[in-house]
C-alpha cells in the first residue's frame, strides 16, 4: 500500500466533509459572506478545528512518505501543513497567528502543484497546475479586497476548492503508483 497516497486523500477528504458538516451545523451561515474560519469559533468549532488539525498532521506524515517523490515537494507540504495545524490551533479569534497560518497554507497549498507538473508531466499534472493557478489568483484577489461578486466566503472558496480538489485527485494517483520509500 502506498502509504503517502492514502494520507493525502484522507486527509483533504475527511476535512472537507467535516468543513461541509460544521457548515451545515453552523446557526445562518453563508457561503458568500461567511469566512470559512467563522466554522472555527463558536458551536461547530470542534468539528472544524479538529479536522483542520488533523488535515495538516497528515499532510506533515504524507510528505515525510513521499519525500523520494521530490525533497521541494515534500518541504512545500510540510509547510501547507504547518499552516493547517495552525488555522485550527489559533481561530480567527487570535488575530496575526491564524492570519499567517492561513496565508501559510493558502499559498504552499496553491504552489504545490507546480512541483508536481515538472515531476510527472501528464495531463493531470497540468489540470493540477490549472487549480493551483486558480488558487493563486484568488489569493490575490481575496488579499487585495475583489472578490468578483461572490462575496468574502465565495471568493475564499476559490483559493481552498481548488487545491482540496488537486490534492485528493493528486492521493488518488499517488496511491495508484508503486510504493514510495518502500511503504
Known amino acids: 500500500m502506498n502509504i503517502a497516497g492514502v494520507l493525502f486523500f484522507v486527509s483533504i477528504a475527511q476535512f472537507f466533509l467535516m468543513m461541509l458538516l460544521a457548515e451545515t451545523l ?64 489559533f481561530p480567527e479569534t487570535t488575530g496575526s497567528l491564524h492570519l499567517y497560518s492561513s496565508l501559510l497554507v493558502f499559498l504552499m497549498a496553491s504552489i504545490a502543484p507546480y512541483i508536481i507538473i515538472y515531476k510527472i508531466r501528464n495531463g493531470l499534472s497540468v489540470a493540477w497546475a490549472v487549480l493551483g493557478t486558480i488558487g493563486l489568483i484568488s489569493l490575490i484577489l481575496y ?41
Not at 453563508?30 to 479536522?51: E, Q, R
Not at 479586497?145 to 481548488?162: D, K, L, N, Q, T
Request: no cysteine; net charge positive.
Open 26 to 89: 453552523y446557526p445562518n451561515y453563508s457561503v458568500s459572506h461567511n469566512y470559512i474560519s467563522d466554522l472555527g469559533v463558536g458551536g461547530t468549532a470542534y468539528i472544524f478545528n479538529i479536522s483542520i488539525v488533523v488535515m495538516g498532521a497528515l499532510l506533515i506524515v504524507a510528505a515525510y512518505f513521499s519525500r523520494s517523490f521530490s525533497r521541494a515537494f515534500s518541504v512545500i507540504i510540510v509547510l501547507a501543513g504547518i499552516g493547517a495545524m495552525g488555522v485550527g490551533i
Open 143 to 183: 488579499a487585495t479586497g475583489h472578490y468578483a461578486g461572490i462575496g468574502v466566503g465565495g471568493m475564499e472558496r476559490f483559493i481552498v476548492y481548488p487545491d482540496l480538489l488537486w490534492g485528493m485527485g493528486f492521493g488518488g494517483w499517488f496511491l495508484g503508483k508503486k510504493s514510495v520509500n518502500g511503504q
